[in-house]
C-alpha cells in the first residue's frame, strides 16, 4: 500500500508570495491533518480535513488556509509569506482521525522563504 | 501552554543495551498516546501507540507503558540497535480533537555500536 505523498519535496519562494503545497493520504484514509515543523516551535497543528470539510484547525493565522477534494486529496495554502514560515510542512492522514486513530505522515515539503 | 514534554533533549545508550524514553502530559482528557521516530528532513514514522484503557503495548523490540494517575508514558527499546538513533517524539489525542495530535519536543536517542 502506497504510503503518504507530498508535493513538491522543495520549495523557495520570496516574501509575500504564496504558496500551495500538495498531499495525497493513503488509499481508503478520509482524513488529512497538516503540521508545520520548526526548529523554535516544534511540529505545531494547523488543521485537519475530512470529507472536504475542515473540523479542527490550529492557532495560526489566517494566511494559512486549506481544502480537501472529494478524493481525499489535499492541498494547503500560504498567501503573503513571511520570513517565519520557512519550516517543513507535513501532512498526516488517518482512517476517520477519530479517539485512537493513527495517523501517518508523509515526507513533508521543505519551504524556504527568502 | 506545553501540554506534552520530553524532558530529556537527548539519551544517549550502548548498542544492546535498553534505551527508556520517558513524555509527561498534563491534559486529562488525552486518551491516546503515539510515539513517532523521525530523521532530520523526513517525515515522522509511527512506532507504537496505546490507549489509555490499556498500561502496556509491546511490538517487538518496543514497549509502551502508561501510568494514568502520573500522566507519564515511556518508551522502551530493548535491545537498543544503531539503527535506532534518530529523534523519538510522543504525541496525544483524544476522541474528539479531530486531527490533532499534541506533540513533545522530541528526544534525540543516539546508540554507539
Known amino acids: 500500500k502506497a504510503g503518504v505523498t507530498q508535493t513538491p519535496r522543495y520549495l523557495i519562494k520570496t516574501r509575500g508570495q504564496q504558496v500551495t503545497l500538495s498531499c495525497s493520504p493513503i488509499s481508503g484514509h478520509r482524513s488529512v491533518s497538516w503540521y508545520q515543523q520548526t526548529p523554535g516551535q516544534g511540529l505545531q497543528f494547523l488543521f485537519e480535513y475530512f470529507s472536504e470539510t475542515q473540523r479542527n484547525k490550529g492557532n495560526f493565522p489566517g494566511r494559512f488556509s486549506g481544502r480537501q477534494f472529494s478524493n481525499s486529496r489535499s492541498e494547503m495554502n500560504v498567501s503573503t509569506l513571511e520570513l517565519g514560515d520557512s519550516a517543513l510542512y507535513l501532512c498526516?492522514?488517518?482512517?476517520?482521525?477519530?479517539?485512537?486513530?493513527?495517523?501517518?505522515f508523509g515526507p513533508g515539503t521543505r519551504l524556504t522563504v527568502l | 501552554d506545553q501540554q506534552v514534554k520530553q524532558n530529556s533533549p537527548s539519551l544517549s545508550v550502548q548498542e544492546g543495551r535498553i534505551s527508556i524514553l520517558n513524555c509527561d502530559y498534563t491534559?486529562?482528557?488525552?486518551?491516546?498516546f503515539l510515539w513517532y521516530k523521525k530523521y532530520p528532513a523526513e517525515g515522522p514514522t509511527f512506532l507504537i501507540s496505546i490507549s489509555s484503557i490499556k498500561d502496556k503495548n509491546e511490538d517487538g523490540r518496543f514497549t509502551v507503558f502508561l501510568n494514568k494517575s502520573a500522566k507519564h508514558l515511556s518508551l522502551h527499546i530493548v535491545p537498543s540497535q544503531p539503527g535506532d538513533s534518530a529523534v523519538y517524539f510522543c504525541?496525544?489525542?483524544?476522541?474528539?480533537?479531530?486531527?490533532?495530535?499534541?506533540f513533545g519536543q522530541g528526544t534525540i536517542l543516539t546508540v554507539h555500536p
Open positions: 504525541a496525544a489525542s483524544f476522541g474528539t480533537s479531530y486531527g490533532k495530535l499534541t
Open positions: 491534559n486529562s482528557m488525552f486518551d491516546y
Open positions: 498526516a492522514s488517518s482512517r476517520i482521525a477519530g479517539g485512537g486513530d493513527t495517523q501517518y
